[in-house]
């Protein structure tokens, strides 16, 4: 600790003493002396070159350079394994997915970036994954839909380099077939019927998925504009009934009376 | 050892002796010259600016234009000349334009008068020390028009930083200026640089030179509006000061003056205290004396502006700026004060002889 | 001298030989915009931050790439770098900032909120998703920020649009390279190989001169 | 001083304070009418000393009808903390400022002024505080609507 | 009705409080929302007389981004995201002080393993963040060179959270019931070669900055703030501990494993920048010793109590829990109605606080003197706004 630099403590009073914050430093706050004015004078010169002795001692020192040159280094650029840039499917070895189409991740994705479509005519199992897109465009990298997915599907890369000139480019396909997953291709045994069940798939193309769910979207809400008018109306009726009820309270008795009578 | 003293006045009466059209020739190739210079001057001091000042912060600077960036100040010129032109719709159009073309002039004419070497010198004129100094002056009318025409607030305030700035600050430069001339004993530029054939006027006056040295050039920094005085231009007090609303070509010639009034400065700093051009003499040593004298005169020049512009540069990237106040102070309550002293000390010093090498 | 490159093309083109070295004077142009681009210092949020990590850091220094003079007055400025989130209130300021730039002016939009509007980009009251809304973007760098490479790498793209993209012939008019219509069988993968092989040769590469539009685009997609 | 003595000394000083129920810290709900009074003396009387308003905020409880506000009072000297709560009716929700208790409650109350749309009687500058001056409505009540605003697709 | 409503141009346009009778004519300056010095995007409509400042008005808004009305639309750990992007240059305090008010409201446990290293990468933030603003600081004074140095050193930080956590700014990494990986195996070695490094760092720090006598000219008695006015203004952090008042959450209440390590408290006595400066370089120091007592006594554990996909429900009421962010207390208002998404959320943010401070300092300072103002305090612009 280099507690010493601030150890030449002026007369200062303690500060007042409060609940719970014992050890509390004192304001003991260096600064340069400017009582005696030439001692000061001379002083505040020597800082300022002792400032200028650390900044020449780097220019001086060619080896204290620690620039990384990025494009011409890209080879020897090794980013760290955790580090989140790409999201990526896990195939195995015989370009089978795993995913099961339980949608967890998409719901579990905080905006919306992971849009999971499925085959309107599933070929071998009841679920089948048509189509799994990533939005990079709108992707936080919070990496909650690789710790939420029970079967391991998904992955972070570090490939960062993906800057475009057209946004609708940033919408990926990430599987590489629609159809089942890899324990169920596996149980085919004809690897004609394999192929048959297995859909190819293009990283690009999904901007139109995402066209549709923006259309879904207008047509939500226009519902929930109706039901929120309709909530409204509701609690101004029921406010008028309370205001109906609390006016008449003197009739309502006297009826009552009336019927018991 | 004498020194021939040839400037290119000279030269040009040489190429036609005795034709009226001398004179226009003399206008021609003065303008091609510094021109010339100036062009070179700038791209060299802002790629060295850029290279020194990444060093200093552990980087690298330009790297990718050419050679270790080379070319950067290059494309960069290129683009700036390219660039669209904005006069804002509710500036004084007339003024806005004028600004930058006289703080251009303003260094400009200081350069004719720089002696280099021996050979290398435009103009060489009696009163060189006062036409330098008056014609210097001229920049701060530019900054001055420049932020007040381009009817932004930010603009006008660094403007009047810059002009309260500059004009105090002259005061204090140009005392320094006079030890040097009582000492010389001349204002002509090219005659300061032979007087200090026996040493130069920084060691050669004992302190009163060290002083007028130091004086000159935390004023000389002040009046090019260099950190640790930027005020005119603070990036993080006013945008950009007095030239927030220029851009493209009229942007680069204050762009341009800038670095070029750095090297004006460096350049007098080291006429006057450094013996300009002169070799490195002590006294009458004459072996010494002789060795020195083997690199050209013209070199001497450069190291020493080098050496200066580099402190210039060392002082910028070190330091944070003063406050107005601070910097006002400065100048009036010490800068000023100290400055009178020592021009009293070295009046004595030069009536009574005592200084090195006197006789 | 906007003056002269206005007129230039009108006087070189009918002159034999003029087309030749009007393409010259292009490349010289576009070589020294490409490699002066110095940023507005403007950001807004998070992607400001890895923004001045690579203008700012010694690690990354954008200077090597000529463009650490950092305005903060957009008259001076040629980038303008879209560093975080636009919401309904700064889009007029952004849009003056824009406005106020000198031409040439390039945008990039940096980080997913600059895109699209990133993590705020539903039930959100005011932050407008994708700031291509507000003023035209050049090159999009997503990331939640963006790190600094991947900042230079949007750089590098920018700078290859620049090379490639504009002529004074037609002057205000840039155009894309064609990575954004998309030929049938390529991949994610393909195209980054290309991007990457563009921008490792500079300007030896032919580009394929074809503006990508959108309802060329869109084509191009359904036949997949 | 801990909770329950807390409570106590605070009834002692407004009769007709009530404990809230369901919270972490010990919450009164007080009327509005003596808010600026309680303050002023939960503020200067040396045993309790709530020094800092550490957040203000409001709730809006729009099957109840009312909005609540919490005023998150602190005491650094004496390390104990206290929230008051104010309801006020939804149609009318008006208050009695803070100011001149707490000079930060000028912006916080602009802030729920701006988003919750509260209304703060003697508040002496009470604008909008993020949203434009013509923002119509006021965002985070419950039953805010935005053509702009887009709801998460399921 | 007594309420008024009032705009912006009422409220600047005040009476002219110059009285000298050399005081010119006042003006009005935008300052922001594109300045270099506001950080961000604020706006501050200065009313001047020349150089001097009468009156400084906040406009704020430029990025209320509505976080927490998004928070009422997604469940809890949606929103320990969102909050990232508040103050994104303490992320993992922001991600705690969420995550510290879901777990006490659900009980969620946790285990000592969690908290050691929750406490260790938000210590290494604090750095972290002080750095990048002495690195500011020292810009905004006019010196570039500050600048670079901090940054330089805030990359070593940034490698170490790059390896552990896998993001560089917004990591959302401590999460209700645990943090999302378990620190890398390089994560001890790689602190202590920071600490090491860092620490021989120190001492230029203050020779190029704290010992300058043209720093200490400027900041020495610049922007006071005293301890009364600091408090009613609401201010926390090293804002209010330069003013001297020793309120810091991590002693008062600790949280995490604050009350197991021993460290100091800075607190400055005038309140003026140069103790908010003084303050935060301290604090730097303390952060050393907090990181070396801890770094090589991370008890073993588990680091993630529950499932990651499993639902967290909050039992229906009122809800606060406040924790010591860099720049001062962060406070999150809970109100739940047991769903899984919160019912209202709201952030007490520090520097919302903190920020009205400029206008009872800036007060009859000059233009330079605001700008060291404002960088002393250390402003996020998207923490003020959400």
Redesign the interface.
Known sequence: MSDESIAAPEVLPPPEKHVGTGGAVTGAVPWIDKSGAIGGVFKGIRSLFSGMKVTVGYLMRPSTVITQQYPENRETLKLPDRFRAQLAFNHDDNGYHKCTMCRICEEACPNVSIIITGREKPAVSKKEIDSFVWRLDSCTFCNTCVIVCPFGVLRFDGTFESSVYDRRLLAYTLNDYAGPVASVLEKIEDPEARKAAMEKRDPYGAHTIIEALAERQRAKKAATHAAYAAAKAARIAKKEAAKAAAEAPAAEPAAEAKDVG | MSWQVKTMAERTGDLLPGSPWTAVLYVLLTILAVTAFVTLCGLVLIYAERKVSAHFQCRLGPMRVGWHGLLQTIADTIKLLLKEDIVPRDADALLHILAPVLSFAGMLLVMIALPMSPSIQVADMNIGVLYVTAVSGLGVLGILLGGWSSNNKWSLLGAMRAGAQIISYEVSATLALLVVVLFAGTLQLSGIVQSQETGWWIWRAHGCGIVAFSIFMIAGTAEINRTPFDLAEGESELTAGFHTEYSGLRFSFFFLSEFLNMFVLAAMASTLFLGGWMPLHVGHFTVFNGIMDLLPPGLWFTLKTSAVIFLIMWFRWTFPRLRVDQLMRLEWKILLPIGFVNLFVSAACVVTGFYFFAG | ??VI?DKLPGVLEPVPGGQVLLTAVDQ??N???S??LWP???????C???M??AT??????M????A??A??????A?LLVIA??I????AP?LRT?YE?M???RYVM?TG?CA?????????????I??A?EVIP??????????????F???L??LQK?IREGESIRHPGERR??V??A?PE????DD??KE??DL??HDANVKMVDEL?EGAH?SAE??D? | MDAPNLIAAVQALQPDATVREKTDRPTLIVPAEGLVALATRLRDDPALKFELLEAHTAIDWIEEDRFELLYLLASIAHGHVLTLSVSVDRENPEVPTLCNVYPIAEWLERESYDLMGILYDDHPDLRRLFLEDDWVGFPLRKDYEDDFMLERPE | MSVNVSTLQARISGESTASSPLSTEEYFVNMGPQHPSTHGVLRLVLRLDGETVRDVVPVLGYIHRGIEKMGEHGNYRQFVHLVDRMDYLAALSNNWAVTMVVEKAAKMETTDRIQAIRTLVCELQRIQSHQLWWGVFGMDLGGFTPFFYGLRDREQLCDIFEKTIGARLTMNYIQPGGVMYDIHPDFVKDVKTFLAYFKSKLPEYDTLMSENVIIQERLRGIGKLSAERALALGATGPVLRASGVAHDLRKSEPYGLYSQVDFDVPVGTTGDCWDRYWVRMEEMRQSIRIVEQLIDNIPEGKTFMVKPAAKIKVPAGVHYSHMETPRGVLGVVLVSDGKESPYRIHCRTPNFNNLWCIGEMATGGRIGDLVAMLSSIDLVIPDIDR
């Open positions: 001298m906007g490159t010289l142009i070589w020294s915009r490699n002066s507005l210092t403007f950001g807004t949020s998070c400001a931050i890895e001045m990590m700012g850091a010694a690690r990354h220094d200077a090597r790439f000529g650490e003079v305005r903060p007055s957009p008259r001076q040629d975080g989130t919401v309904k209130r700064m300021r900032l106020q000198a031409e040439p939009a997913s895109i699209c509007g990133g993590p705020f980009m539903y039930d959100s009251y005011t932050t998703r994708g291509d973007v050049d090159v999009y760098v997503p990331g939640c920020p963006p790190r600094p490479e991947a230079f790498y949007g590098l793209t649009m894309r390279p990575l954004a998309l069988g390529m991949t994610l195209i980054r991007m990457q921008l490792s990508a685009f997609l359904k997949f």
